[in-house]
């Protein structure tokens, strides 16, 4: 709280709302909208609890974190300094010092970013395989989680050639990419569910009318 500069946050909507709508296209398609792999472990949650409610409240916390986070970054780096680092949280907590003997705890938010890294990895991963496995026809998804694994691993690689490359592509071409999987086919599906549920569902009240008129 020291380090918070108010005016950091000046001026406010400068160029208009033109230049926040963009960005909120890219916060929206990351990381947001890919909350749909989160689809493939809502069977394995319990019956009795509703996966909407979990669903919107995760996005709620998580949404509420990384706004508290921004500004944070934002009122302790100013807004140029925010844009050119990479990792803004990184460097907003190098500057956290309690004395002499609290400091340099910016190893926790590297820490941090390894095990979110981690998981993430771990849930595209589990996700691929169950959506191959589905396609396919495959009674165990485990039998296929370590080649897919590999070639993960191997993409991540080659496909590209430097840090920079990747947040290029990320900021200008990856929203509009992956839009369609994250938003459209999954919204279609959902549709397609539900109606499949609802006739289902009216079928057997059907079958009984039938069968009572007889």
């Keep these: 709280i020291p380090f918070f500069e108010l005016k950091n946050l000046k001026p406010f909507l ?13 916060v929206f398609s990351f990381p947001f909208a890919e909350t749909v792999l989160f689809v493939c472990i ?13 669903y919107y409240v995760s996005m709620l916390i998580g949404g509420a974190i990384l706004l508290i986070i921004s500004v944070r970054s934002i009122l302790v780096l100013g807004f140029p300094m925010w844009q050119m680092q ?11 010092r309690i004395g002499d003997f609290f400091q340099r705890i910016e190893a926790s938010v590297a820490i941090v970013f390894i095990i979110s890294g981690y998981t993430k990895a771990t849930i595209c991963l589990f996700s691929a395989c169950k959506g191959i496995a589905s396609i396919f026809n495959i009674k165990e998804y485990k039998h296929i989680a370590a080649p897919i694994g590999i070639l993960m ?19 200008t071409i990856y929203p509009y990419f992956a839009f369609p999987f994250q938003v459209i086919i999954p919204l279609i599906i959902w549709i397609i569910a539900e109606i499949k549920i609802r006739m289902q569902k009216a079928s057997p009240s059907q079958s009984v009318e039938e069968k009572s008129v007889s």
């Design 153 to 171: 691993t191997q993409l991540s690689i080659i496909v590209y050639d430097n840090g920079a490359e990747l947040a290029e592509w990320a900021a």
């Design 42 to 54: 809502l069977e394995h949650l319990r019956k009795n609890g509703s996966p909407y409610k979990t």
């Design 86 to 96: 990479n990792f803004a949280s990184y460097a907003a907590t190098r500057l956290i």
């Design 14 to 26: 400068y160029d208009g709302i033109k230049p926040v709508l963009g960005a909120s296209l890219e």
